[in-house]
């Protein structure tokens, strides 16, 4: 996302909202970055789209200091949403000597060409990743971008998917505008039964209106604006109402933000 774009976001979300007195409120919780999980409820809700614009509504509110992590080292599908091309390795990121990490050699393992720089696997060399280079990967590229964004879509093994809600600070699941329940998240022995009662798993209804009543876990969310491919660049809505969505999670991602206002 080009500084110009973040801007223009992020002046649209202060615009509408008490946000605008956050900014004046340091430390700002959301400059101190956040570990974001993207999952679906089933096969038949698409990560990426999801992960993408969060992504960019992320960088808008965090100058940038965002990176977006693909976790599925086969298809990896985030590159043609975020408009990266075909730099970056994970793995080499992992292999990096511990005194040689560093802002520069972390950035030389990401594809920042897009609209939010891109940590996903080397082009050339397309199969699953393993749950430690995901755990290691985003442990590291945190030392450049303090907020990643990992995108786990049903094509990662099982145990990719829950390496990477295991590490994160926050899972958002995604789901469609239909869904209506989900008690079994709360259930003992649930993987996410603990982060769920500790209000950091969100369930997101995409194309919700936010005028509908939901439960306090779930929040609507606009769909992302997608073009005739997979492979297109992923848009974030700027609407009244999706502003308005963006605000609410926001403040449940940065609970500090919801209390200045």
Not at 212 to 230: R, S
Request: glycine share 6%; net charge positive.
């Amino acid at each position: 996302m080009t500084g110009k774009t973040r801007s223009s976001l992020w002046a649209r979300l202060c615009a509408s909202s008490a946000l605008a007195h956050a900014q004046r409120v340091p430390p700002r919780e959301i400059d101190r970055g956040l570990v974001l999980a993207v999952a679906a409820v089933d096969s038949r809700m698409l990560t990426t789209p999801v992960s993408v614009m969060l992504a960019q509504l992320l960088a808008a509110s965090t100058h940038g200091q965002v990176v977006l992590v693909d976790a599925d080292g086969v298809n990896q599908a985030t590159r043609g949403p975020a408009g990266a091309k075909v730099a970056g390795d994970i793995e080499a990121l992992t292999r990096i000597d511990a005194a040689e990490l560093n802002r520069a050699r972390i950035q030389s393992c990401a594809d920042t060409s897009g609209v939010v720089p891109v940590l996903a696997a080397r082009v050339q060399d397309r199969r699953p990743l393993d749950p430690e280079v995901v755990e290691s990967g985003v442990q590291r590229v945190r030392h450049r971008w303090p907020t990643v964004v990992v995108d786990l879509p049903f094509t990662c093994p099982m145990e990719v998917i829950a390496a990477g809600t295991r590490l994160a600070q926050h899972v958002v699941l995604v789901v469609d505008k239909h869904h209506q329940d989900h008690q079994w998240l709360y259930q003992p022995g649930h993987s996410l039964a603990s982060a769920a009662r500790q209000g950091r798993v969100t369930v997101l209804k995409v194309g919700a209106s936010v005028r509908e009543t939901l439960p306090k876990d779930t929040f609507a969310l606009p769909a992302p604006i997608v073009g005739t491919t997979a492979q297109d660049r992923v848009m974030v809505p700027t609407d009244v109402e999706s502003l308005t969505a963006f605000h609410r999670l926001l403040s449940r991602l940065y609970p500090s933000l919801g209390n200045e206002q």
